[in-house]
């Protein structure tokens, strides 16, 4: 393959691909850039496809390479890549979605995908280069994919739209989306977004589109006149005895039957369809001249084909409803005693039990990827265990599809959630997904809403989502209907899984995946449309249940207790080496949280332990005014006068003419070493040393600080009164607030 590089100008920035001088033995390769960011892309398919495979085996692998940004990670000991990050599969899932559908039906040939990461700038984003990458390497590995593809990210600040934003523009916009399509269409969408119209994300994704144009055909250019040798992929071959004997048993009145409101009843039906298959080709069947897996494939064609000519024709369902009804839903609050927060969602079968937890700050999660150093207070886990669809396989931790869903509705709640000021929790919310019809993500967003409602988090609105199907004639585009609410069936054999999610004003998250070649700009529009009527109706049913956030925690949820201290304490707070930080841990039950600017957040159990910690530093960062009457202890004795020590590491003198009223001989006549006696700053000199006189009453001045200062700072205090404190929120018996302290 000969040596070739072509450019263009990409908003602004150099696009590139090139094939040299990074040359390797895959099928074909590539190094795309943008700016400084720069994906190196192979594509390797194996010679022959794997016997007996009903799936296409494709693998995609994103590499994140912490050289690329100049980083060195690890611990002190390992400094090896281990486990791809969450970001890292999600990029990885973003690269296969757009391509899996580009290549022949069937196909059993291994095919794998690897985009390294080499390069990185900060505003550029890798994932659109690496999918731009991808489709360059297997337009260059002469297999008969469909493409090429170009992806593009868009952002939406200031009222305008934004092609390829930087991260200032993503953090102070309201729109991430990435998009990705081939030169006729639109094949996949990912978004997160801050209450985006209808109409504003048709612009973005016609701007998008334009763009998408340019870089595939750049590609196309770049292929063009190479001497690429063809490979011819294998494809599953039907056996056709067992499609003769589908057809010869399988009636059209058998499969008007394959209907049921429930998955089970479907279920139910296809078996006793499947044992008279069984049953009248037992000998063929012992002859293997087909396998039963052979005659279930071709009835579940059968039966997508009638379900899909049931939709075209007549608008009917499998399970009865219309193309845009929703299946029933129901809602069930606080169905867990002992967590902060807890709802179950269920629309038709599918049922998502979603839990909230709140935490401290210091409960936050670090993320540490190659080009982004955050600490998240907000994160989502997705969970489908194989029970959900009745299914028996062994457990291995969250799958890619786990970490996608698990994202998507993290997203979806991420532009509602109460700031750090106003909510200063973290909060970790778990989607179990118990049972499994179809759009089980969908009800994970929901169910986070209600969860988070529950646990009294103050949203600024509700969130509901929707998943919309579509079902379009082989032959002929212009006839297609768009389902309203997918179960699985309809997800298995349709055409779309267009997911959406958001508030009455606008999306807030937005993911399609087609099994088609591309949707047009007008069929997206009405399937936007059609969803947010689903949306809202959805939102009704959940706002019966619970109409806005309950304005108390858990009685279970910890309090968190803020104050704010100067920067120059924070030191003294820590103590040497966090000797002082954890003795009042340890002491106090609670965890501490001190921000740079001097902000300190006590997470506490109980209200004892949280007020404890909260006198303890106040004494630590007590700061005497003149006129301060306070208790002290004396430390030294002088032959003028007596040291006291008046809260921790700040003492005073009291000189032996301010002892007493009445003339003092010898200083010890009036007071002895350890001896607690109360005193008055008077004066604080030009070196900032605390000059003291006795008193013997408390009458005659305020008091800043708390009646008793312990002398010894490594010691509990043990305050008489209660610190007043000014309130986020009132404290309600059995429950917990979060308390300001001012």
């Known amino acids: 393959m000969q040596a070739k590089t072509l450019q263009m100008e990409l908003m602004g920035k150099e696009f590139k691909i090139s094939n040299t001088p990074l040359i390797t033995y895959a099928n074909g390769y590539a190094t795309v850039s943008l700016g400084d960011t720069v994906i190196m892309a192979n594509a390797l398919i194996s010679e022959v496809g794997r016997e007996g495979q009903d799936f296409f085996p494709l693998t995609v692998d994103f590499e994140e390479n912490m050289y690329a940004s100049g980083k060195i990670k690890g611990s002190r000991f390992v400094k090896r890549e281990g486990r791809p990050s969450e970001k890292a599969v999600l990029t990885s899932r973003l690269i296969d979605r757009p391509i899996r559908p580009l290549f022949p039906k069937g196909t059993t040939n291994e095919v794998q995908l690897i985009c390294s990461t080499l ?23 002469g297999a008969p994919f469909e ?3 170009g992806a593009v990210r868009m952002g939406f600040k200031d009222d305008k739209l934004i092609i390829n934003p930087n991260d200032e523009d993503i953090k102070t916009g309201r729109l991430n989306l990435t998009v990705a399509g081939t030169l006729d269409a639109i094949t996949m969408v990912e978004c997160a977004s801050s209450e985006i119209s209808e109409d504003q994300m048709l612009e973005a994704l016609s701007l998008a589109h334009e763009q998408i144009k340019k870089i595939c055909q750049l590609q196309l250019d770049f292929v063009k006149d190479m001497d690429i040798p063809e490979i011819s992929l294998s494809v599953a071959e039907k056996n056709e005895e067992a499609k003769k004997a589908v057809e010869e048993t399988v009636s059209a009145v058998m499969l008007e039957e394959v209907k049921g409101k429930t998955k089970m009843d479907v279920k139910k039906k296809i078996h006793e369809i499947e044992e008279k298959l069984f049953e009248k080709y037992a000998k063929e069947l012992e002859e293997e001249i087909f396998t039963k897996s052979d005659l279930k494939s071709f009835l579940t064609e059968k039966i997508e084909a009638n379900m899909r000519k049931n939709v075209l024709e007549k608008g009917e369902r499998i399970d009865g409803r219309k193309v845009d009804e929703i299946r029933p839903i129901s809602v069930q609050l ?18 998502a039990l979603t839990i909230t937890t709140l935490g401290g ?3 936050a999660q670090i993320i540490e990827t190659m080009d982004e150093e955050e600490s998240r207070t907000y994160f989502h886990h997705y969970r489908f265990p194989p029970y959900a669809v009745g299914e028996i396989k062994p457990l291995r931790g969250p799958s890619r599809r786990d970490i ?26 778990v989607s179990e997904i118990i049972r499994c019809n179809g759009s089980s993500s969908m009800a994970s967003v929901c169910g986070s809403t209600l969860s988070l409602m529950t646990a009294g988090v103050p949203i600024k609105k509700p969130v509901s989502a929707i998943a919309m199907g579509l079902m379009m004639d082989k032959n002929d585009k212009s006839k297609y209907r768009i389902l309203s609410d997918i179960q699985g069936l309809e997800d298995f054999g349709g055409d779309m899984d267009f997911k959406v999610a958001g508030t009455k004003d606008g999306i807030t998250a937005l993911q399609m995946d087609i099994k088609i070649k591309g949707l047009s700009l007008e069929l997206m529009k009405e399937a936007l449309e059609q969803a947010k009527r689903g949306r809202m109706e959805i939102m009704d049913k959940m706002l019966e249940a619970l109409p806005e956030p309950r304005k108390e925690l858990s009685k279970y949820a910890p309090l968190i207790m803020s104050m704010q201290i100067k920067t120059d304490f924070i030191k003294v707070v820590i103590g040497k080496g966090g000797e002082m930080i954890n003795k009042i841990i340890a002491e106090c039950g609670v965890d501490i949280n001190i921000e740079d600017d001097g902000l300190v957040q006590i997470t506490a159990p109980t209200q004892e332990g949280g007020e404890k910690a909260v006198e303890w530093i106040k004494k630590l960062t007590f700061e005497p005014k003149v006129g301060d009457i306070m208790e002290g202890k004396v430390v030294k004795i002088l032959d003028f006068g007596a040291m006291v020590e008046f809260a921790p590491g700040k003492d005073g003198l009291v000189h032996i003419s301010k002892l007493s009223k009445q003339r003092v001989r010898k200083v010890e006549d009036v007071v002895k070493l350890g001896d607690k006696i109360m005193v008055k700053l008077f004066e604080i000199d030009d070196l900032g040393r605390y000059n003291l006189m006795k008193v013997e009453s408390l009458n005659g001045g305020p008091i800043n600080a708390p009646e008793v200062v312990p002398t010894d ?3 509990p205090p043990d305050a008489k009164e209660k610190p007043d404190y000014k309130t986020l929120g009132e404290r309600v018996e059995g429950t917990h607030s979060v308390r300001k302290i001012v």
């Open 713 to 715: 700072p490594t010691l």
């Open 361 to 363: 700050p210091g409960d």
């Open 334 to 351: 606080d169905v867990l005693p002992r967590v902060h927060g807890s709802a179950i969602f269920q629309r038709g079968e599918t049922t």
């Open 147 to 149: 493409g090429p593809i």
């Open 404 to 429: 996608g869903h698990g994202d998507l509705a993290e997203r979806a709640l991420l532009p509602v959630l109460p700031t750090k000021e106003e909510f200063p929790y973290t909060l970790w919310l």
């Open 119 to 141: 390069s990185v700038e900060k505003d550029v984003d890798p994932a659109t280069t690496a999918i731009n990458a991808a489709s360059t390497a297997l337009m260059l590995s």
